[in-house]
């Protein structure tokens, strides 16, 4: 996408600037720092052509080439001895879709990541809670995350890790086995489960001891008492 900014560009201002348009396609390149915009035109080999300093003549350029911007560059402005182009991001957008449509769908593929294995551990929520708006945030980043690793050659093992294994489960066993049958477990087994759960911690805060008696429950189940 860089390139066809810059084709853009050098196409737009090579008669403005009396340069060759592959040329200056050449000289354009990625700014060094972010949010200087999309694409940069260094002047410093040009200063003893136009016998001014790079910042000196940086400035003019940019008042030169915003006097006339083709279509979807919104600023031009100049940063030390360079002039900064700014598309707008609808712009950029729109060209960036084209060009993955362009390549069936493919975008930044390379291997950089070649031979080599990348594992993503996402959503991964709590088995002992409900799930909420949260966990689908989750889900869609962590599988950008294994899309992108994917172009770039790793070997992406994505993972949803459900085994959040702790003593919450022993309190859990410790409710179910002093109030399970006072909900109704064969038709709403989750909502029991979860009922049960919030009632032992509003207990809890009444009575503190309750902790000790979780704990030793999981303790159990981390001996392998069925």
């Known amino acids: 996408m860089l390139k066809n900014l810059k084709v853009i560009l050098s196409q737009h201002y090579a008669s403005v600037l009396q340069k060759d348009p592959e040329a200056l396609v050449k000289l354009m390149e990625s700014p060094k720092a972010g949010g200087h915009g999309h694409v940069s035109l260094p002047v ?93 945030r989750a889900t869609v980043i962590g599988q950008a995350i294994v899309n992108l690793a ?37 038709s709403e087994p989750f909502e029991s489960l979860y009922s049960l759960y919030v009632r032992f911690h509003e207990e809890a805060e009444k009575n503190p001891e309750l902790e000790a008696e979780g704990s030793k429950i999981f303790k159990r189940l981390e001996d392998g008492d069925e």
């Open 44 to 136: 410093f080999a040009w200063a003893k052509e136009f016998k001014k300093a790079p910042p000196v003549l940086a400035q003019e350029l940019t008042v030169k080439l915003s006097a006339s911007m083709p279509a979807g560059l919104e600023k031009v402005e100049s940063v030390s001895g360079f002039v900064n182009f700014t598309f707008s991001t609808r712009f950029v957008q729109d060209l960036l879709c084209a060009e993955i449509l362009e390549r069936g769908g493919q975008a930044g593929h390379s291997k950089f990541g070649a031979g080599k294995k990348l594992l993503i551990d996402f959503s991964s929520p709590n088995v002992a809670k409900p799930m909420h708006v949260g966990h689908l």
């Open 150 to 186: 994917r172009t770039q050659g790793y070997e992406v093992v994505g993972i949803n890790h459900l085994g959040d294994w702790g003593v919450q489960f022993g309190k859990l066993a410790w409710a179910y086995l002093r109030w399970g049958k006072e909900y109704p477990f064969e």
